[in-house]
């Protein structure tokens, strides 16, 4: 156990926020929920002075080599709480992320265009990084010595890597046997205190919640409202390089929902601040294994939501139980998007369609590819519309799920009840790229070549 002693606690500086359900008004502290109702904590974000002269701020900025706006995150610092001073920042020089055109998939699709806004691209492959760093620099700030989360293996993975450029120490509770080995991987390679729990996400959140209350560890799990500040720039850096033009329609896989959430927020304060005249539809698409919000959605709208057993081969979204899944609602409803599952099949295929555009992804991240063909076939997504993916991670923070799709031993029949277009098993067959065993000679893979252009 923790020993009390080995922590340096210290007075916050305080940071407006708002209980998302009873409105109360305070300051994020302990647990980060609401000391009148429980519930969960944003952050009150105040309209910037001069506005409308941000955008050339914030371009002007990528030419810096300072530290601060090197950084993705932290070169939009106006649209943050005023959180830390410089010297208090730990960056790796996240975000500033890549927006891909998926051409042949819009073609398919019949679509304008469609966009993979590729977050695996910060530095330790996930979009966790945006908010990992605001999250820690304001342990940094208060003098904390140890951040925690519970985590299916990104946020292990981040909140590792950035405490250990923080100096500080890093406790992790993982679900054992329901991690990626390469996201397990990371959280020991930056040399985290990682304990693997006998029990699911869910059950790691419960154990940590109970260590928050009595040993002063930082939560950065993403109920810390500062963790979604970080990640809702995301949103700034897609409206900067569409140069505000936002597509029609912007799909976020949803795990524990805080994503979805984010970027919704940074997208309704830019309009909030004159800068966006249109938003696009935000949809959260969940694995049918671990569809809380999904179900509830189909239901009533989703006033509430039944927590279930999770199961999924896309571990970084297997969660029954997502805290943040009000936030996410409340974005869903306001931009006008919806919620919905998609099978694991599905899942398997858009990850290999994505692939075959160049672009490599983890498992949840293709969920929005497949969750993109359901509404275009729905009509939800309309033809000659324009689609923004959020693709969450990077293909090799699930190296053995792409081996075991090409292989043919994913153990896709696992899930063979579920619902899937009837097309979806033949087209998995066609997507496999298993490796050929061939003697050393050159005419052979001549021939083979040959073989394969025939049919190409």
């Avoid at 329609?249 to 994503?259: D, I, K, Q, R």
């Avoid at 081969?313 to 919620?339: D, Q």
Wanted: aromatic share 4%; charged share 20%; with cysteine.
């Amino acid at each position: 156990m923790l020993v009390q002693s080995n922590f340096l606690v210290s007075q916050p500086k305080a940071i407006a926020t708002r209980c998302i359900a009873c409105s109360a008004s305070g300051a994020a502290t302990g647990r980060f929920r609401c000391a009148s109702c429980g519930d969960l904590l944003e952050v009150v974000t105040q309209r910037p002075a001069q506005a409308a002269t941000l955008p050339a701020l914030w371009r002007e900025r990528r030419r810096s080599d300072t530290a601060l706006d090197r950084s993705g995150v932290w070169r939009f610092r106006e649209a943050l709480p005023g959180l830390v001073a410089a010297a208090s920042v730990v960056t790796l020089e996240e975000g500033n992320t890549p927006l891909y055109a998926l051409p042949r998939l819009a073609a398919k699709l019949g679509l304008e265009s469609l966009l993979a806004k590729h977050q695996g691209m910060n530095p330790t492959g996930s979009f966790k990084d945006t908010g990992m760093t605001v999250a820690v620099s304001r342990a940094r700030e208060e003098g904390c010595c140890w951040v925690a989360c519970a985590s299916t293996g990104n946020t292990s993975a981040s909140m590792a890597a950035y405490a250990a450029r923080a100096g500080l120490g890093a406790l992790v509770l993982v679900p054992e046997g329901q991690i990626a080995w390469g996201k397990l991987a990371q959280a020991l390679d930056y040399g985290a205190l990682t304990f693997q729990i006998h029990a699911d996400f869910d059950g790691c959140v419960r154990v940590l919640d109970e260590i928050v209350g009595r040993a002063p560890v930082y939560l950065v799990n993403s109920v810390n409202p500062l963790r979604l500040e970080g990640q809702k720039t995301a949103a700034l850096e897609l409206w900067e390089q569409l140069q505000g033009d936002l597509p029609d329609h912007l799909l976020v896989p949803g795990g524990n929902l805080a994503n979805g959430s984010a970027l919704g927020k940074g997208l309704l304060e830019l309009q909030d601040w004159g800068l966006a005249s249109r938003l696009p539809k935000i949809s959260v698409v969940q694995a049918a294994g671990a569809d809380p919000l999904a179900r509830a959605w189909r239901s009533d709208g989703a006033p509430t939501m039944a927590p279930l057993a999770p199961e999924s081969l896309a571990t970084a979204i297997r969660i029954g139980k997502p805290a943040s899944w009000k936030k996410a609602a409340a974005v869903i409803a306001a931009t006008r998007g919806t919620c919905l599952a998609v099978s694991e099949a599905e899942i398997a295929l858009a990850k290999a369609e994505i692939g075959a555009e160049g672009l490599g992804c983890e498992p949840a991240s293709a969920a929005t590819l497949a969750g993109l063909k359901r509404l275009r076939a729905q009509g939800f997504v309309k033809q000659g519309e324009r689609v923004a993916l959020v693709l969450t991670g990077h293909l090799l923070k699930d190296a053995d799920y792409a081996l075991r799709f090409h292989l043919g031993t994913l153990p896709l029949g696992d899930f063979a009840a579920q619902e899937r277009p009837p097309e979806v098993d033949g087209a998995l067959a066609a997507r496999r790229r298993a490796p050929i065993s061939l003697a050393a000679d050159a005419d052979a893979v001549l021939r083979r070549l040959e073989q394969e252009s025939a049919h190409a």
